[in-house]
């Protein structure tokens, strides 16, 4: 698939359709690892690091844990 860049304010972007997007399982949420092997772009999810996924992992049993508790706090 050949692609060619637009004009985005002062840069450039490449757009990414949305078949290819799915899948990746790419969003506009999702980090991307932009890397080059001197030829070319490689972009790819960014993998989490393994702090992140603990904290995730944690932020998850709290919320099991202590949901309603912290739906009061909110409100």
Not at 21 to 34: A, F, M, S, V
Not at 59 to 73: S, W
């Amino acid at each position: 698939m050949l692609k060619k860049l637009t004009k985005h304010g002062n840069s450039l972007a490449l757009v990414i359709d949305k078949p290819i997007l799915d899948l990746l399982k790419i969003d506009t949420e999702t980090p991307l690892d932009l890397s080059t092997d001197g030829h070319r772009l490689i972009v790819a999810p960014a993998e989490q690091s393994v702090r992140r996924q603990k904290f995730e992992a944690a932020q998850r049993t709290a919320h099991k844990r202590y949901g309603k508790a912290f739906k009061k706090l909110a409100e």
